[in-house]
């Protein structure tokens, strides 16, 4: 081999290359970042439209239809799906991958401007942005003491919020239970009524007489003096001096039909830490953003401004996301060290050799840093995936290495001086090393041309594996064969107490020899067990459990609290501090965060608390334990929605989502109902809900068009009059003082909105030269009624979403296998399911996995065809993957353990490293019947003689994953790369063995076969 021969004609240049790459991978290594998922652009984007005062019914009619039909004949959408609520419109619009989504918000945006003017007046303009699906708040911070709260709050949000908002990285920072100071102008109706004074009147005096207008330049010879007309209020009590009306000579001050207070903003969101109030601070990420850099800059923050805050305030950290991160990569990194140190201990325990130990140990470290220029090239991050890919291949780096080190090693001990047996060994077995590597890249490039969300995870993992094997194969052919020539001799490095060792193997050598034989001798019978075992092998696949993602052990859990429609976030704050107390009680519970209210829609009936616990190598019970014990305790609420457990994303704290829709409202609200009551009777759910909320009670005013137009009343004016009595969301001026703004806003007093009958006697102006005063109920009638929380879209149909949670055991693939065949077939006609969340993307994910698994059968019988330049040889060691697949299933159904992600990615690594054992026999074969031997002798001699590398390399690359498959360290993330590992070794336990008896015997089969087609063909050749 040219790399081989260079390296020992030159050997100061192949240890001047490896320390180039050794110092190039650790410069690397200081420049790529540490987060927890690769940083991926998901195509989603989101189109809110804000019309105050609205409701669902009008929302959806007036907003939602119109920008649904506009946008929805753009190309590349997906999907897209709708909630129109109270008060907004939330369009989702999910495109293909392959989408510049950029360019495609800015299709939208077009679009939208186009209709904008056909959008209800009082709406604003709709807001369209790109949506990060897996966006989590990085950091949350709580603010308490024992100050003013309008302080407390000006603390907040002129100090801290700005100050972890300049955070690189971080998009945005949420705050929670901040009220904020404004003017509150309290207006008596009665007095209003007996002044005939309208809320119009009130609103343009207010403006009118808070005001600063310019007035332009005065020159007075060499100065030029700014004209300025100061008509602002200067103190909240001046707000009552300001004139309502003069008429009939009568002064009506604002005084007269209203109280004015210097207040605090309605409290629409709270937060509580351990029990008490507070100000809660969530720092989210942008696209893109590092999540560990991003902490390391908001602990420097929270430093500095802990040092200068003022006294009584306290500023904690409750939750830092990172952490996750950062002990996830610790035990990856712990597992690669002790994954290694057990596959050289392989090494040294197969050749006994203490100096051909070093050799083959160099190469993990050097292969391992190596790769990191590669990861740094690509752009890549040390997270989740490429982390993984580190822990399962620290086994595969050294298999190069040793089948080198061993056949230089045979060579040695045939009598040839370390020069000699390093040149015959690297070449006798270079095309071997090269065809297996080739064969590897073969099985992860696929991962890179994998579609769906699960294709960009699994092309960093693809790559990552890719490089490292090929590093480790230019190390193996290039570095080894010449420390080789200097560290190996005969007896040198020779461990006399491992003697035992070698003398035990070569029984088990002789014993292989026989095994062969029969074999051989019993083609039928084998190849029948090999039958057999891939019947089993699909049969465990059928029993082994299927999910997307294992549930790791994260030592938090969420509380998710959902009121009726409608309930006050008074009712939601007793219902929390009920459960807070109950949470706090459990000793494994280090601290409880709660959030209440707040959110996209402002929904005052929800909330979530946030249970921190305490490392769980300290406690005894798992958080699946804790989750049920808080579960029961709690029990069940009437009217109330608990769910115990972590937050699962895709807009939903579910486990398990799917679309109900269809253009039959009621057949589709009917058949949603009769969902939820089969799913709440099955064993595999619990907490079973849909989104058809009940109706939430409004007050609706009817007005009478023939008596309203003859006062010449609209009803856009009288709805924005009333919306400014009774919501008091909207800013109708602005107060300063301090150089600081504040919202000036009116509203009805409180014992004035108690009772929706008290609407009659609001007063509304007429408009015109000859405004009269008249009460709403001369032109109006107010009933109290319902309406619908809010209405769901998917693909313009009407839609609603069917939720649950899994009993213990059931895993996501039983709750989707049970939709399809306990719930499809019974779906009336207009009626159509469609997947969503998680459940979505397993299914999209596993139709990628094999997509990927097809193409990398086709590339490495391409490239075995290739090298062996033979159509048949391919075949006969590609029969060995299948082998492998009982060992994989066997062993993670016995060690309870689900087919995923995961370890369905170790499924496709096992068809690579299957195959090297196959090409080591297959190879050799070929040699030794070049050189004049027979089939069957050929097969006895190459067999025995690649047995110890094939057991070497597989021991090495099991060894090297046992930390991973034990879960050593209990640290985070474990239980998501076990299955992986677990699915390597069962795959490589069973398929060694039987690969080492079945290939043999499919050679011979195949080579009996051609022989006979050889001869066929010639006697066709004479007959003619």
Known sequence: MFLSELSLRRPVLALMVTLALVIFGLISYGDIGIEDNPSVEFPWI????????????????????????????????????????????????????????????????????????????????????????????????????????????????????????????????????????????????????????????????????????????????????????????????????????????????????????????????????????????????????????????????????????????????????????????????????????????????????????????????????????????FGFTLNNVTMLAYSLMVGMLIDDTIVVVENIYRNLEQGKTPLQAARDGAREIGFAVISTSLVLVAVFIPLSFMKGLIGRFMYQYGITIAFGVLTSTMLALFLTPMLA??????????????????????????????????????????????????????????????????????????????????SSLTSLLELTEELENIIMEFPEVEMVFSTLGGGTQGNQNEGTIYVDLIDKLEREKTKWDIEDEIRERIGTIPGVQIIVGASHGFGSSFEYVFILRGSDTELLKETAREIEARFATSPLFREVDTTLAEGKPEVRVLIDRERAADLGLSASGIGSTLRFL??????????????????????????????????????????????????????????????????????????????????????????????????????????????????????????????????????????????????????????????????????????????????????????????????LVVEFTNQLRGRGMDVTEALLTAGPVRLRPVLMTTFSTIFGMLPVALMLGGGAGVEMRAPMAVAVIGGLLTSTLLTLIVVPVVYALFDNLINWFSRKFKKDQVGE
Not at 195 to 222: D, F
Not at 531 to 545: D, E, N, Y
Not at 833 to 845: H, P, R, W
């Open 46 to 377: 989101t189109v809110s439209t804000v019309f105050r005062g609205a409701d669902p019914e009008t929302i959806e009619t007036e907003i939602t239809d119109l920008i649904e039909d506009e946008i929805a004949t753009l190309s590349g959408i997906k999907s897209m799906d709708s909630t129109s609520a109270e008060n907004i419109s939330m369009i989702f619009i999910e495109y293909e991958l392959e989408v510049d989504i950029d360019i495609a918000a800015q299709d939208i945006r077009d679009r939208i401007a186009g209709i904008e003017a056909s959008l209800p007046e009082g709406s604003e303009s709709p807001l369209v942005q790109k949506l990060d699906v897996m966006t989590q708040p990085i950091i949350e911070i709580a603010v308490t003491g024992n100050v003013d709260p309008q302080d407390l709050a000006l603390y907040v949000e002129e100090t801290l919020q700005p100050r972890f908002e300049s955070i690189e990285g971080v998009g945005t920072v949420h705050t929670y239970g901040m009220r904020k100071r404004e003017v509150r102008i309290w207006l008596d109706p009665d007095k209003m009524a007996a002044r005939m004074i309208s809320v119009e009147e009130i609103v343009g005096a207010i403006r009118q007489g808070n005001a600063e207008i310019p007035g332009g330049r005065i020159e007075t010879g060499e100065n030029e003096l700014s004209l300025i007309t100061d008509g602002q209020v200067h103190s909240v009590e001046e707000f009552g001096d300001i004139i309502v009306s003069d008429e009939n000579d009568v002064l009506i001050r604002l005084s007269d039909v209203a109280t004015i207070e210097d207040g605090l903003a309605d409290l629409r969101s709270q937060a509580r830490l351990n029990g008490e109030p507070a100000i809660g601070m969530s720092l989210i990420k942008s696209s893109g953003g590092n999540v560990v850099a991003i902490a390391d800059l908001a602990y420097e923050v929270l430093d500095e401004v802990i040092q200068t805050k003022p006294p009584g305030i306290n500023i904690e950290m409750v939750r830092d996301n990172s952490l996750y991160t950062r002990d996830s990569f610790k035990q990856v990194y712990e597992q690669v060290v002790g994954g290694a140190f057990l596959a050289i201990l392989i090494v040294l325990l197969f050749l006994g050799n203490f100096r051909t130990t070093i050799i083959a140990a160099i190469t993990i470290p050097v292969s391992i840093i190596s790769t990191l220029i590669f990861v740094r090239a």
């Open 485 to 566: 020539r200097y560290l190996m001799s005969k007896e040198g490095g020779k461990i006399k107490s491992l003697a035992w060792f070698d003398h035990g193997y070569r029984y088990v050598e002789k014993g292989y020899k026989w095994l062969i034989g029969k074999a051989l001798r019993f083609k039928g019978l084998t190849l029948l067990i090999a039958f057999l075992v891939m019947v089993v092998s699909i049969a465990l696949f059928g029993m082994t459990k299927k999910e997307f993602f294992p549930n790791p052990d994260d030592s938090s859990a969420f509380v998710s609290i959902e009121l009726p429609v409608g």
């Open 726 to 919: 009774v919501s008091g969301e909207d800013e109708i001026a602005t107060y300063s003082e301090g150089g600081r703004s504040y919202d000036v806003r009116i509203r009805l007093d409180e014992p004035y909105r108690d009772r929706p009958d008290d609407l009659r006697s609001l007063i509304v102006n007429t408009p015109g030269k000859d405004s009269i005063a008249v009460p709403v109920g001369s032109f109006a009638d107010v009933i109290v009624t319902s309406g619908e929380a809010e209405i769901s879209h998917s693909n313009k149909l009407r839609s609603v979403m069917i939720q649950a949670n899994m009993n213990d055991g059931v895993v996501l693939g039983d709750a989707v296998n049970y939709t399809e065949t306990e719930i499809e077939p019974d779906l009336p006609i207009g009626i159509s399911i469609a997947t969503t969340g998680e459940a979505d993307i397993m299914m999209e994910s596993f139709e990628s996995m094999a997509f990927a698994l097809i193409l990398a059968i086709v590339l490495i019988y391409m490239i075995l065809a290739s090298q062996f330049n033979h159509l048949v040889h391919p075949v006969t060691i590609m029969s060995s993957v299948p082998l492998s697949f009982v060992g994989a299933f066997g062993l993670l159904f016995l060690a309870n353990m689900t087919v995923n992600i995961f370890s369905l990615m170790g499924i496709i690594m096992l068809m690579g490293l299957v195959t090297k054992n196959a090409i």
